[in-house]
């Protein structure tokens, strides 16, 4: 199940067609995304500990790697192809 990803996806490729090569690309291209955002605020609340707003993507994030590691590329770009012809 795709969700909301699915949904984003499908929105942006109905304004803007992704070709064949970045949907190919788009589930590493994603999982480095998640992966800077989450280094970056476990980086940043070392620098500052007060600051709890730090911490806010990283439960969600890691959970969306430890989901997208489970299914896999192929298994992102299947379910995100699902999404793209629903």
Known sequence: QSGAAGYLLRGYNNACKLEPEELELLPTLVACRIA???TMG????????????????QKPGWEVLE??????????RAQWNTALTS
């Open 67 to 76: 989901q997208m590691e489970a299914v896999g590329n192929e298994g992102m």
């Open 36 to 38: 800077c955002s989450v």
């Open 42 to 57: 476990a980086y940043s609340y070392q620098q500052d500990p007060t600051n709890e707003y730090l911490l806010v993507t």
